[in-house]
């Protein structure tokens, strides 16, 4: 796979070079330049920290899973409420996505999913327009490789926000994109923001890159002026009547809903009970007592398949606590080596409004430890509901095995 690039300097494109020679032998095919080109542009050609922050990403991807992320079968909820649209291209190639984000039921949704399924989803739908994307390059040029995005936030309830797991899931997001897809963005229409929405956006900008923050545009409730911008590089006849161009769908809809999803109030016949999704024999429960940390231990073989090919296993986790936050993180050792490192950062979470779920790819010959830390806590222990188990990643997907946890100890204050 290769595209077109940008016009850089002779200095750029030896670094661009070297970048290449760094990261060799973890980049794929599809890794061309101009995807290594994003992450020297994000770093200001900074090439020591440009290649720390694409190998986090890789790292992250394959959490994500991401190779194989269209053989997942995303929760329902997320397939029919999640409100998007790819409404054709701009003068550029640049795919345009519309998303009416008034009718997007933060509530409903974080009743019906986890945090990790939500933004698994939002990667598997930016996996797909950067695919469109590269493709309109190859006919457009380098330009079409970035999108443009439209948010309608007409009426928007922003006390949705307000609660804590809907705040968590918008920050989270937010800082997944600017840590895994730099300069993707190419505009950002925001229209009829609602009067606190300058509040909100002040709180989230501090996790977006200053160059993206320069890409946002925000319209006020009432005020037309974006259009003249918007059609300067997007055809009005591709854009619906409903936000003044001239697309209607089929059924002379000029807000063009079957052209996408619109999203809406989700039915409590999709909520699922988050501290009951799988049988109870799968769930330990433990107390973590007022400065003790709760320690799990597993240990990854060099195992083959039936085809005798190394088989890849993920370490996959879901929790919950009762009352009271807690933090998390996992850490691993090389046996052959003894190299430690962090493969979740220990950080606070708070699972005792949501359930926390997710898991890593893991390396053979690694003994892989998961720590849930109360130790900062000197008055209050923490009841703990949780599932953590090595599951192995298959063509049809993740099955679930049997646990090889080797040892499960509290120990205290480290």
């Avoid at 937010?174 to 229209?191: D, R, S, T, W």
């Amino acid at each position: 796979m290769s595209g077109p690039l940008p016009e850089i300097s002779a200095e750029q494109r030896k670094t661009l070079e070297q970048f290449r020679k760094q990261m060799d032998g973890e980049l794929n095919d599809t890794h061309d330049d101009y995807f290594l080109l994003r992450w020297l542009r994000a770093r200001k050609w900074n090439l020591d920290a440009a290649e720390k922050m694409l190998k986090a990403s890789l790292k992250t991807r394959a959490m994500w899973n991401v190779d194989n992320i269209e053989k997942w079968d995303a929760p329902q909820a997320l397939r029919e409420y999640l409100p998007y649209g790819l409404m054709g291209y701009d003068n550029e190639g640049s795919p345009v996505i519309v998303c009416p984000f008034y009718n997007f039921d933060i509530w409903g949704m974080m009743h019906c999913v986890t945090r990790f399924e939500f933004q698994k989803y939002l990667v598997l739908l930016l996996e797909r327009f950067m695919k469109s994307a590269y493709q309109q390059s190859l006919e457009h040029g380098w330009k079409a490789r970035q999108l443009v995005v439209f948010f309608d936030c007409e009426s928007l309830n922003l006390k949705q926000y307000a609660w804590r797991p809907a705040a968590e899931c918008v920050i989270s997001s937010i800082k997944q994109y600017e840590a895994n897809f730099p300069e993707l963005l190419k505009m950002c229409y925001i229209i009829n923001a609602p009067k606190l929405f300058s509040v909100a956006f002040n709180i989230v900008k501090k996790f977006l890159d200053e160059n993206t923050t320069s890409k946002i545009h925000i319209y006020k409730s009432g005020v037309d002026k974006w259009q003249q911008q918007l059609f300067s590089h997007v055809n009005p006849k591709n854009f619906p009547r409903c936000w003044g161009g001239e697309l209607v769908d089929k059924l002379g809809d000029p807000q063009c809903k079957s052209l996408m999803i619109w999203g809406g109030k989700l039915p409590e016949d999709l909520y699922v009970d988050q501290s009951n999704q799988q049988s109870d024999k799968n769930f330990t429960e433990a107390l973590v007592s007022k400065g003790d940390k709760l320690k799990l231990h597993f240990k990854v073989n060099n195992q083959l398949n039936n085809e005798q090919q190394p088989q890849q296993q993920l370490l996959s986790w879901n929790f919950r606590t009762l009352d009271y936050d807690i933090k998390f993180g996992i850490y691993s050792v090389d046996e052959k080596t003894g190299e430690k490192r962090s493969e979740v950062p220990l950080g606070t979470v708070y699972s005792n409004e949501m359930d926390e779920a997710g898991f890593i790819s893991t390396r053979p010959n690694t003994t892989y430890t998961v720590v849930f830390d109360n130790s900062a806590s000197y008055l209050k222990s923490k009841k703990l509901r949780y599932w953590v188990d090595l599951i192995t990643d298959e063509e049809e997907g993740i099955s679930e095995l049997t646990a090889q946890m080797d040892s499960t100890e509290i120990v205290g204050k480290q």
